[in-house]
Each structure stands twice: as structure tokens, then as C-alpha cells.
């Protein structure tokens, strides 16, 4: 379990074009999470995450989410818990937006090739799921 913020006010620099230092590679496909640029405590996580250039990807969100794009673009579509994931939805995400994915849905990513989808990622408080899960044994070290 992470530790919860109680003396200080955690501070992390957050670099835009700093590379992610990780490949992981999953069933659901390729994400590139950059550990430099990752906060975990109690109260919530925060990290930067690329999808590849050119790269699919799909992902469940059993719990809220929200992203900025820092850089790159990509096709989105989803499906809502709400709507018992009866239809689909389609919208370009790119720099600058920032959007809230709640809790059951289903996204899934069709990247732009020349760049890769830079995602700053919010998650409050820290995800549950993540106690006792296993480091994926898929990851590659990247610099």
C-alpha cells in the first residue's frame, strides 16, 4: 500500500519530451509508461504514459480516470458502463484536450503514426486494484 501524504505536499517536475523509460507489453497492447514522471500515494497517482506511433490499444477503467494529452493524436473509441456498453463512440483526442473516463468503461486507441499519444494521467484516490498486483513480467527498460 502506498504511503499517504501527511508532512509535505509531493512536487514532481513533469517534462513533456522526457522519452518513457518503459515498454510494457500486454495482451490489450504496447503502453510506455515513464517512471520518472510517476507519483503514487494513498490520496492518488499520477504518471505520463505514451501509447506508440502508429499503435492500437484497448483498456478497461474500473475506476475513474482523467487524461491530458501532452502531445501526439488518436482515434478514441468507447463504450459506457452506464449504457451497458450497447454502442460505441468515436472522437479524435489530441493535444490539449483533457477528458474524464468514468469507472466501466472500454477505450480503446488507434494511435497516429509519426508521433506517439503522450497521456498525463490523474487517478484519485490510488486504485484499489493495484494492492498486491504483480509487476508484469512483459516489461522492457527502454533507457
Request: with cysteine; net charge neutral.
Amino acid at each position: 500500500m502506498p504511503e499517504r501524504v501527511t508532512t509535505e505536499i509531493p512536487i514532481i517536475k513533469i517534462d513533456p519530451n522526457q522519452p518513457p523509460d518503459q515498454k510494457i507489453k500486454s495482451v490489450s497492447g504496447n503502453f510506455y509508461p515513464n517512471t520518472g514522471q510517476t507519483m503514487s500515494y494513498e490520496e492518488g497517482l499520477v504518471t505520463v504514459e505514451d501509447f506508440g506511433a502508429g499503435e492500437e490499444i484497448s483498456w478497461f477503467f474500473p475506476e475513474p480516470e482523467v487524461q491530458y494529452i501532452l502531445k501526439g493524436k488518436a482515434e478514441m473509441t468507447y463504450s459506457l458502463g452506464a449504457t451497458s456498453h450497447t454502442e460505441t463512440k468515436r472522437v479524435t483526442v489530441q493535444e490539449g484536450d483533457c477528458y474524464l473516463i468514468p469507472a466501466g468503461a472500454r477505450c480503446h486507441w488507434k494511435v497516429a503514426p509519426g508521433s506517439p499519444l503522450r497521456k498525463f494521467c490523474v487517478l484519485m484516490p490510488f486504485p484499489q486494484r493495484a494492492f498486491g498486483m504483480r509487476k508484469p513480467q512483459a516489461v522492457e527498460k527502454l533507457r
